[in-house]
């Protein structure tokens, strides 16, 4: 069974960056597509940014540029680096995993695997 737990939320001024973490176990990095989403009060969940067993990246538009997937096969961790943070990013952010994918993308992955959740909040 998959088990993800983020870490590194909380709250940053406009401009500022944060560093999420998720712990992930009970899977095979190279098989899956790690992915953040977040959703933010009264708005749907969205995908974030992806990053495939192959390293290969993907992005949503709002955060290109700014935001940076990454993942530590090591130690089974995945990142998202967060930086130019703008109060338009305030969300809950969830890690995500799933190995039955045609792509790695934020568009279309349906991840079946999911962590709790990590709070961001950024003020103006």
């Known amino acids: 069974q998959v088990q993800l737990v983020e870490s590194g939320g909380g709250s940053v001024q406009s401009g500022g960056s944060l560093r999420l973490s998720c712990a992930a176990s009970?899977?095979?990095?190279?098989?899956?597509?790690m992915a953040w989403f977040r959703q933010a009060p009264g708005k749907e969940r969205e995908g974030v940014a992806a990053?495939?067993?192959?390293?290969?990246?993907a992005y949503t538009d709002s955060v290109k540029g700014r935001f940076t997937i990454s993942q530590d096969s090591a130690k089974n961790n995945v990142y998202l680096q967060m930086s130019s943070l703008k109060p338009e990013d305030t969300a809950m952010y969830y890690c995500?995993?799933?190995?039955?994918?045609?792509?790695?993308?934020?568009?279309?992955?349906?991840?079946?695997?999911w962590g709790q959740g990590t709070q961001v909040t950024v003020s103006s």
């Open positions: 990053v495939g067993g192959d390293g290969v990246t």
């Open positions: 995500a995993a799933e190995s039955h994918y045609d792509y790695c993308s934020v568009s279309y992955l349906k991840p079946r695997y």
């Open positions: 009970g899977y095979t990095y190279s098989s899956y597509c």
